[in-house]
């Protein structure tokens, strides 16, 4: 148990340092969910320098649908970049991925608004390239019900609904 909560504490160090207090990260109890899961079958495997993570894998492969598909999640801590070690994790996801079939690879690059897509450049160099984009956007709780609806008011394609327990038809 303590390498693998060191092993999501490496992901929780990633995103702070994207995003501050606004990173993101799983919970043991949460991964543990997933590995549970009969949907699809994950491997975990972790960087160590000396008795300290500094890099994580996973690869998980969906097994009802997309059996071509792999999903790849690496992360390597800010102190350890540089050097070859995320490559070296790539190049095991892949291999992974080679044994059990698949030969499609998918993988997300996050980045903080006004900052720069290290990950996006670093997948570009191991021959990916961008498939989609998304938005990660994000607003404290409780929300201010004036700015909503100021928010709302400024542009007419949005609206601003509410529901408790289900979406209304």
């Not at 909560?5 to 929780?12: E, K, L, P, S, Y």
């Not at 997948?123 to 984009?133: E, F, L, P, S, V």
Request: proline share 4%; charged share 25%.
């Amino acid at each position: 148990e303590p390498a693998a909560r060191a092993w999501i504490a490496g992901n929780a160090a990633v995103q702070r340092e994207l995003f501050g207090d606004r990173g993101s990260a799983w919970t043991l109890e949460e991964i543990r969910g997933f590995h549970r899961s009969p949907t699809g079958r994950r491997f975990a495997l972790a960087a160590w320098s000396a008795d300290r993570i500094v890099g994580a894998l996973e690869v998980r492969m969906p097994t009802t649908d997309n059996l071509d598909l792999a999903l790849v999640w690496l992360s390597v801590h800010p102190d350890h970049r540089k050097r070859g070690l995320g490559g070296a994790l790539l190049r095991e996801g892949e291999s992974i991925a080679a044994a059990h079939g698949r030969g499609t690879l998918m993988g997300e690059t996050e980045w903080a608004e006004g900052g720069s897509d290290e990950a996006e450049a670093f997948a570009a160099r191991h021959g990916y390239a961008i498939g989609q984009t998304m938005i990660r956007s994000a607003m404290r709780l409780p929300a201010d019900r004036v700015e909503l609806e100021t928010l709302a008011r400024a542009d007419d394609d949005y609206a601003v609904e509410s529901f408790v327990d289900h979406i209304p038809e």
